[in-house]
């Protein structure tokens, strides 16, 4: 999960690491006002839009108070693509507002990051005085890194000496030590899965300033931050990813395609795309209901999947383990009986409880077209699609 740079700046704030004054606005006449009381020379309105590079696509301007407005109006009504928004705008709701921050560009300019280093099972704190451009583009020998354990947090020397080995001043060192410690006591307590500031502008004098911040979390552990989880942004997101969500069901809408295919587990998805694309089709979206769905869950599976009108057939894929095809078949009679489906529905089931399913199937009087096999199955939905 994550969040907008103006959220993630509000828990910079809660951990002491410096930010620049900065107000949230969701017009142009907010943006004016937002400016106006900043009271300062120039302000910077950024974008709030979840990609990185917005500063190359147009996403953060720096401008007179006078010309927020016109600013943000123009982020407003294009949106925002950047090379990492896939070739299409995203829109834009929210800019934020900053006090404009006077910095030697590149030399004033590090990166910071943490993330989690899966091997070897600790966070990992990454440091550059490359920053300000893309972490990707910094070469590897200029990235600092360094392990640290989550029970103690960084130790304030270990980060100034960090500090010291980027080419810090003592005092500057100290600074940048600061914003280490903080980062890394956020990103244990907060449970974050990544935590970046790029750039950080760290000033010989000894000051430090976070201009930009990216924070990602943990889905798994959003059960114990409440408050967190509440700050996603849905307001990119399909209704029936919304629904999807809240049932907690993984839910991947395409953009072509007439088959709608609903599996059990991220694998099985992909097999069943393969195998659908191999015999001339395209799946419309792809509904996981993960392990222990009950009756009711996959009832709401098809209503979700159903839901996308580009659905000409549904193809339900189940290798039964610790989800049993018998719950599944039931689901989907009762589905089928509520909605009163129309589409022809092909059904594979294997696994746990199967036999068991094809027999809950063929005696609710639905016509369902059964499939042998995963391949046999998407031949079917393949034909079913195209005469539907
Ligand atoms: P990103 O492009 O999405 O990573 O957005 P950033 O917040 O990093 O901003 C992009 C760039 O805009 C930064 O690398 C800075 O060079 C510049 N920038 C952002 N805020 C300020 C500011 O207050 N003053 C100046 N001079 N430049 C800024
Ligand atoms: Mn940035």
New binding site residues.
């Given amino acids: 999960m994550n969040i907008h740079?103006y959220q993630a700046k509000e828990f910079f704030k809660r951990y002491r690491i410096p930010i620049?004054n900065g107000i949230v606005a969701g017009t142009p006449e907010e943006a004016a006002d937002a400016a106006f009381k900043l009271e300062t020379q120039?302000v910077?309105v950024?974008a709030q839009v979840k990609?990185?590079?917005?500063?190359?696509?147009g996403?953060?301007k720096?401008v007179p108070p006078k010309e927020a407005s016109a600013a943000a109006a123009a982020m407003f009504e294009s949106g925002i693509k950047?090379h990492q928004t896939g070739g299409k705008a995203l829109p834009v709701r929210q800019v934020l507002v900053?006090?404009?921050?006077?910095?030697e560009?590149g030399a004033d300019?590090y990166y910071l990051a943490i993330i989690l280093d899966r091997s070897a099972e600790k966070p990992v704190v990454m440091a550059s005085a490359e920053?300000?451009?893309?972490i990707e583009a910094v070469p590897e020998e200029k990235i600092l890194k360094m392990h640290f354990d989550v029970s103690t947090g960084v130790w304030a020397f270990e980060a100034r000496n960090l500090g010291l080995e980027l080419g810090l001043a003592p005092r500057a060192a100290g600074a940048f030590a600061r914003v280490v410690v903080a980062l890394g006591k956020l990103f244990v307590e907060e449970d974050a899965s990544l935590a970046e500031i790029?750039?950080l502008i760290v000033k010989p004098e000894g000051t430090a300033l976070a201009?930009?911040?990216?924070l990602n979390f943990d889905d798994s552990a959003m059960f114990r931050h409440k408050k967190t989880a509440l700050l996603e942004d849905l307001g990119d997101m399909l209704d029936s990813e919304k629904k999807a969500r809240e049932l907690d069901l993984a839910y991947i809408p395409l953009d072509e395609g007439n088959i709608g295919c609903i599996v059990n587990g991220a694998g099985l998805a992909m097999a069943t795309m393969d195998v659908i694309q191999a015999v001339g089709g395209a799946p419309a979206n792809f509904l996981d209901v993960g392990g222990g769905a009950s009756k009711e869950k996959v009832t709401e599976a098809i209503k979700i999947v159903l839901s996308d009108s580009k659905v000409k057939t549904i193809f339900i894929n189940i290798f039964g383990g610790i989800m049993r095809c018998d719950v599944i078949a039931e689901g989907m009679v009762a589905a089928a009986q509520e909605l009163g489906l129309k589409l022809p529905l092909v059904v594979r089931l294997a696994g746990n409880k199967a036999a068991e399913g094809k027999e809950i199937l063929n005696k609710s009087g639905l016509s369902l077209i059964t499939a042998n096999d995963m391949r046999d199955g998407a031949e079917k939905a393949v034909k079913a699609a195209a005469e539907a």
């Fill in positions: 740079e620049p120039r910077v950024k990609a990185g590079g917005r500063g190359k696509g996403g953060v720096v950047t900053e006090e404009g921050v006077e910095f560009s300019e920053g300000g451009m893309d790029n750039p201009i930009d911040a990216k």
